[in-house]
């Protein structure tokens, strides 16, 4: 069918419109779009058992296998699918680099993808297809959520466009407003090598939201506030979704006077550091400095000749406990429940399928504990599907990507906290600086109690280079 490409794939995010998309190119001759075939969490769509025979299994044993499937199994036509940025990490590579894989770029405002993905998580509605059953709900905008939804995009389409450029290729980019555009999809088709053209688009999906976005945001006012330190220029449809911007720096958190800025690294004694940082000053938590930009931050810095910017490691069996605790054990408020229903099923992980309850013991938290141990050693290797995120991605990785921006002036331990903290206020004028309180990690059961040899060499296999870097001995 084309004489360029054996197979394409569809780069975009959730509420981008790609399920639109997906549809106008299953309507072409010769054109097969198989969903969201890398996901996570399921393989094609949330209710497929399989993908050209190949079960979820066997894709995440190999991937590989399925990306060759598709690309040999659509005779004289091309097979593709979506592909977002949290999706399979190990296949990506293969992708990109390959010069007969067509590439299409979908993408759309942040800010309204982000409305409404939080409108359809409130109305429980991912797609319309029929106009009398459609859910009213409102969106209410949270400012660092909406950041981390911002800076997730903006380094995957970094990604993608740097790719493109090292290996010579280009992309196919369509706006989410092109989308309603016949002549669009059917230039698409074209590029792709169908011979077929449409007369009109697939009219089953609807467009779920077409409210002004002003009505469709509980927390509107809000909203602009907290969008109005971001160039607005910069939220349109660009597909690099500038300013580019370390993922870290909304993060920071500085003192209300004194100049001290922390950097925080997740699943470390963040919690701690605050309330020493409100306790330094005698403040509430609410008059801490957050939210920075980059510009802001050296805005920050300017203002403040003689500040000092710090971060703090925790032992990385002890983080690794608190993100398994307060992102996997638990359902709650924060919890990754996508992940966690992952890891349960492809991963074998023993936890309960709802909230700990009485019945959870202190052994079976301890084998729970030890499996995620496990898996971490895969993900940190780039054996899973499942994405490594920065609440256990290894602290030594985390640091080098502070230091795009700027590197922190001193690198504390969680247990030297009460030596070094105090005497770094110091060191910027303050006369009497308070002693840091720890902070337990919440948990079913303390690392204490469950804490084992195996348990430590489970944490030194998958955290070999922080604890090579930073110098840690055994936790106990």
């Given amino acids: 069918m084309s004489d360029r490409f054996d197979y394409f794939v569809v780069f975009a995010e959730m509420r981008t419109g790609s399920n639109f998309l997906e ?14 075939v890398f996901n996570q969490h399921f393989i094609g769509y949330p209710n497929a058992e399989d993908v050209l025979g190949i079960s979820q299994a066997e894709r995440d044993r190999d991937p590989e296998r399925l990306l060759t499937q598709i690309r040999e199994a659509t005779p004289g036509g091309i097979g593709g699918f979506r592909f977002f940025h949290d999706h399979d990490p190990r296949i990506l590579p293969k992708i990109l680099a390959d010069e007969r894989c067509a590439k299409i770029v979908l993408t759309r405002n942040p800010v309204d993808s982000y409305v409404s993905w939080k409108i359809a998580q409130a109305t429980g509605q991912w797609k319309l297809t029929n106009v009398k059953k459609r ?18 995009l903006q380094a995957f389409q970094v990604t993608l466009m740097n790719a493109l450029q090292v290996s010579g290729q280009t992309a196919f980019y369509v706006a989410y407003e092109d989308l309603q555009n016949v002549e669009v999809m059917n230039g698409l088709a074209k590029w792709l090598g169908a011979q077929s053209q449409l007369d009109s688009l697939n009219t089953a999906l609807k467009r779920q939201n077409p409210e002004p976005i002003s009505d469709k945001v509980e927390n509107f ?12 220029f910069n939220l349109t449809r660009t597909p690099n979704f ?16 004194t100049p001290l800025i922390y950097m925080p690294i997740k699943s470390g004694p963040e ?18 400095l957050r939210n920075f930009s980059q510009k802001s931050l050296r805005q920050w810095k300017r203002e403040r000749p003689g500040h000092r910017s710090f971060t703090v490691l925790r032992h990385p069996l002890a983080r690794a406990h608190d993100a398994f605790c307060n992102k996997i054990l638990t359902t709650g408020k924060g919890s990754y429940n996508g992940i966690r229903k992952t890891l ?34 895969a993900n940190l290797s780039g054996q899973t599907a499942v994405r490594i995120d920065g609440h256990w991605a290894s602290q030594a990785h985390v640091i080098h990507g502070m230091g795009e921006l700027t590197l922190p002036d001193m690198i504390v331990r969680e247990d030297e906290m009460a030596s070094y903290l105090p005497a770094l206020a110091m060191q910027v004028g303050h006369g009497a600086p308070p002693d840091p309180v720890h902070v337990p990690i919440r948990a079913p059961y303390s690392l204490a109690q469950i804490y084992d040899d195996r348990l430590e060499s489970a944490a030194r296999e998958a955290y070999q280079r922080d604890y090579l870097m930073f110098g840690f001995g055994d936790w106990l």
């Fill in 23 to 36: 549809a106008n190119l299953n309507a072409f001759d010769g054109l097969s779009c198989l969903g969201e």
């Fill in 135 to 152: 859910k009213d709900g409102k969106a209410r905008f949270d400012a660092q959520e909406f950041e981390a939804h911002l800076d997730a």
């Fill in 221 to 232: 006012a809000e909203m602009e506030t907290a969008l109005a330190r971001l160039d607005r």
């Fill in 242 to 257: 500038e300013p580019r911007r370390g993922p870290a720096v909304p993060g920071y958190v500085a003192a209300a006077k």
């Fill in 271 to 288: 919690e701690a550091v605050q309330n020493w940082l409100q306790a330094l000053d005698e403040v509430e938590d609410k008059a801490l």
């Fill in 344 to 377: 349960r099923r492809a991963h074998n992980l023993p936890i309960p399928e709802e909230e700990p309850g009485s019945d959870y013991t202190l052994e079976a938290h301890r084998e729970a504990f030890t499996a995620f141990l496990v898996f971490l050693k």
